[in-house]
């Protein structure tokens, strides 16, 4: 297999290496209150000689642009893909599917591309890490950092969930409270990197945050045996969704499927650019996130250019919920399930749930469940509130 980046703008191709961020042409067009220009997207040539469906673990790895011998020790990704009895009657949808990636081992899908990062820090002897987060993306870099023995520096805004906090200093990470928003903290790290050194691991800045995200999709794809018809994601910056995508891609270009499906990008009303600039206008000036979901709360989505463009290109749609039907959903999903899912994640079901008409009884969903409802209390006791409210 061999490896390479190439710029999701212009189509540059180059190696892959240490400190090779964003496409050296397009990141300089780019401007600080719109999208990253120049992401790197990964590609791979050749043909695994693993199947995906036998020897799950060793196709995926040999998809990555790291050897798996660089990788930690610690079980990242292989989460489960389950049949939620109670939610597919309640639905009437009988092959609706949960990707269960609260299991990752610090609770977010996050750690599939801090996994990826981790090895190729150790792969190039990178000792340093640093990154902005909202909170989870910080917790699972301390987390997977701890287990491949690296240093973490992060910066997450100071109104990020304690839970996230106290995980990232329990794993050791040294820690910076921001007083603002996230795209402050993300701007504060990258100025950070560039005086101290080390490897930035901000999403969509990294191409190896994308790269890594898309062992989700190779993962649904061989547990379901098929690639489903539609997902359901939760959307931020526009990472996991370009990840998945990614994913997909890769198992269409190696002739493993002839079939994309289609993705819809759920977002919270309150921090929704990706879903407006797809419904037409492109990205405007920034609006001020404003949700309770706070790993989907940014003002400008690095990867929103990749993510329209993805969007667009394969048919997905954009599915905008507000906090309060997010807040149900959660509810909703923990009740029915048995999984208890932090509101960003829960915004996946508040999003199927509201376009469940205009999706075939027969078809098959998967529902891609990305955080651990522990690690944002204060959220979810608004919605038991909420609900007391509704029975008085
Ligand atoms: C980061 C995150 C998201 C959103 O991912 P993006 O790549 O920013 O779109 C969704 N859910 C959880 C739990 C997250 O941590």
Known sequence: MKFSYRCTDCGL???????????PACSSSGQPDKPLKGVLETVCEGTPDASPFDETVDFIHQLLPVEK?????IPVGMTPLWEPENLRKRLNLKNLFIKDDTLNPTGSLKDRASFLVAAFARKYKITDIVVASTGNAASSMAGIGAAAGLNVKIFIPSSAPKAKMVQALQYGADVTLVDGTYDLAFEKSIEYTNKYGGMNRNTAYNPLTLEGKKTAALEVFAQMRRVPDHVFVPV?????????????????????TDKI???????????????????GGGFTAPVKSDTIADSISVDIPRNGYYAVNMLKKYSGTGVTVTDKEILEAQKTLASSTGLFAEPSSASALAGLLKIRDSIDDNAYTALIVTGNGLKDIDGAMRALKMEGEKLA
């Open 236 to 256: 931020g910056d526009g990472v996991i969704l370009g990840g998945l995508y990614r994913g997909f891609i890769d198992l269409f270009e190696k002739g493993y």
């Open 13 to 23: 191709s180059l190696e892959i290496k240490p400190n090779v961020q964003l496409c």
């Open 261 to 279: 499906p289609v993705i819809h990008s759920v977002q919270a009303e309150g921090s929704s650019a990706i879903n407006r600039a797809l419904a």
């Open 69 to 73: 011998k660089y990788f930690p020790s």
